[in-house]
């Protein structure tokens, strides 16, 4: 769940993105996990899915595990988009931390190889 006050726009990188709205120190806490909001499913439960919904959640969840459970961010967290020098990172379980300060207005991004198994049906990256 991200944890810190973002608002959501149009992003240069890809669809929609979050913006953090006031200045973030570097090593502040940008997220972190909380079953309450991020929800957790089977990957069989996820093929029993709507085929709406299923599109929907397939754009916004990770897996961290080849044939683990699949996460489903329900906060805006869930539109941080992807840099291969982001400002957000998610290399330790369960947390993101800002890399660097962060200025108010700048998107919060992160590389989602830290927390996918896998990210080959991922064309941008």
């Known amino acids: 769940m991200i944890i810190v006050p973002t608002f959501l726009d149009k992003s240069s990188i890809h669809g929609f993105g979050i913006f953090s709205t006031e200045f973030i120190a570097k090593g502040t806490k940008i997220w972190e996990y ?3 909001f991020d929800i957790t499913f089977s ?3 996820f093929e ?3 085929p709406s919904v299923k ?3 397939e754009i916004h969840c990770y897996q961290p595990e080849p044939g683990g459970p ?3 961010e329900s906060t805006m967290g869930k ?3 992807h ?3 982001p400002n957000v990172d998610f290399q330790s379980v369960g947390v993101g931390m800002a ?3 962060i200025q108010p207005g700048e998107e919060l991004t992160c590389d989602y190889r830290h927390f996918m198994a896998d990210v080959s049906h991922i064309s941008y990256l």
């Open 70 to 72: 699949v996460f489903y």
């Open 99 to 101: 890399t660097r300060d």
């Open 79 to 81: 539109y941080m988009n």
């Open 43 to 45: 990957e069989q439960e």
């Open 83 to 85: 840099s291969r020098k």
């Open 34 to 36: 909380d079953p309450r």
């Open 55 to 57: 599109k929907e959640v």
């Open 48 to 50: 029993t899915l709507p």
